[in-house]
Antibody
Framework: EVQLVESGGGLVQPGGSLRLSCAAS????????MHWVRQAPGKGLVWVSR????????SYADSVKGRFTISRDNAKNTLYLQMNSLRAEDTAVYYC?????????????????WGQGTMVTVSS | AIWMTQSPSLLSASTGDRVTISCRMS??????LAWYQQKPGKAPELLIY???TLQSGVPSRFSGSGSGTDFTLTISCLQSEDFATYYC?????????FGQGTKVEIK
């Protein structure tokens, strides 16, 4: 079964750090670009970050640039998001998602496999 | 970034109805548009890509149309399991962006 399972969410104080993980199974993880997308409570979907298949290229939304770091370990089929200097506005459910190899234009794609999400709450 | 306007934000409908959701882009994106369905407490699911191509396993009552700046998601005969929130997403240019969502609720 094709699956993405996130973990690592929780409650953290403003200025704190958290590391999210996303374990992949059922597909060739190392062949896919991977993404993080977040959703604040009651709000819409916002793309956060991406990493290419071998981990050599990364991109970030302006709102998290310089604070978040995406990485991957293809030997462990796992995607990560290191989140530092967290702010209240980072409170959201964080989803990992794979970039579709079919629905793609250059390096931008739709997202065809999603994890169940992990909740991050930034509050004192 | 490309901005999108989805309408309506809330749609009240009954089982069996034909419903239409619109997504308008701030600039042309050819056909690089996807639609997602999200149920409460669940992750989004890809329904349609390339504006009109159904993802594998998606029922044929879902269809998409449009190109350039104006796109439409149609559900031909609304089923109980279709009550959810729907999002459009462009992948024409970086960064990928989503519409604000349309909640389809029971009338």
């Amino acid at each position: 079964e094709v699956q993405l399972v996130e973990s690592g969410g929780g409650l953290v104080q403003p200025g704190g750090s958290l590391r999210l993980s996303c374990a992949a199974s059922g597909f060739t993880f190392s062949s896919y670009w991977m993404h993080w997308v977040r959703q604040a409570p009651g709000k819409g979907l916002v793309w956060v970050s991406r990493i290419n298949s071998d981990g050599s290229s990364t991109s970030y939304a302006d709102s998290v640039k310089g604070r978040f770091t995406i990485s991957r370990d293809n030997a462990k089929n796992t995607l990560y998001l290191q989140m530092n200097s967290l702010r209240a506005e980072d409170t959201a459910v964080y989803y990992c998602a794979s970039g579709s190899p079919i629905a793609v234009a250059g390096t931008v794609s739709a997202f065809d496999i999603w994890g169940q999400g992990t909740m991050v709450t930034v509050s004192s | 970034a490309i901005w999108m306007t989805q309408s309506p934000s809330l749609l009240s409908a009954s089982t069996g109805d034909r419903v239409t959701i619109s997504c308008r882009m701030s600039q042309g994106i050819s056909s690089y548009l996807a639609w997602y369905q999200q149920k409460p407490g669940k992750a989004p699911e890809l329904l349609i890509y390339a504006a009109s191509t159904l993802q594998s396993g998606v029922p044929s009552r879902f269809s998409g149309s449009g190109s350039g700046t104006d796109f439409t998601l149609t559900i031909s005969c609304l089923q109980s399991e279709d009550f959810a929130t729907y999002y459009c997403q462009q992948y024409y240019s970086f960064p990928p962006t989503f519409g604000q969502g349309t909640k389809v609720e029971i009338k």
